[in-house]
């Protein structure tokens, strides 16, 4: 074993000062990681639901696709799970209410006599609760669909 290095009678090594200034670093380094952590987990869950609402539209969408362009409803209300399933209305797991409204899109300079081959789906996408109440504010969809031939 070989004895420290001596620097005019004194041993080298690491003074109190030094781990005082490294430990603050790191506590400060920390302080700022877990500070963030909060602003993390709202922006997760927010494009949690985000990626959940996506999928219900599209799955919404298609559904309206297999139907005959004359049989597409009015007026739908859907309601669905946390993972996305389609539940009742009197389901208590239910966590989202989906309402479509088809509506004949109209354009500024579009005759009047034109022939209606295209529907605007509106959509609105609303988190509830176990009675039906709205949570936060509803996030609002437009989709297209033609008339495809079925």
């Known amino acids: 074993m070989h004895p420290l290095p001596k620097c005019k ?60 362009f004359s049989d597409i409803p009015d007026l739908a209300t859907f309601y669905f799970d946390r993972e996305g399933r389609k539940v009742e209305n009197t389901d208590s797991r239910k966590n989202y209410r989906m309402e479509v409204r088809k509506e004949s899109p109209v354009y500024p300079g579009m005759p009047s006599t034109m022939p209606q081959n295209l529907n605007r789906l509106l959509i609105q996408v609303s988190r509830v609760d176990m009675d039906n109440r709205t949570i936060g504010s509803p996030k609002l969809y437009n989709t297209y669909l033609s008339d495809n031939g079925i």
């Open 9 to 68: 009678g004194q041993l080298l090594g690491i003074s109190l000062v030094e781990v005082t200034l490294s430990l603050g670093l790191i506590s400060f380094g920390v302080l700022a990681i877990v500070g963030n952590l909060p602003i993390g987990l709202s922006i997760f869950r927010e494009a949690k639901e985000r990626t959940v609402e996506s999928a219900l539209i599209q799955g919404v969408t298609a559904e309206y696709l297999s139907y005959r």
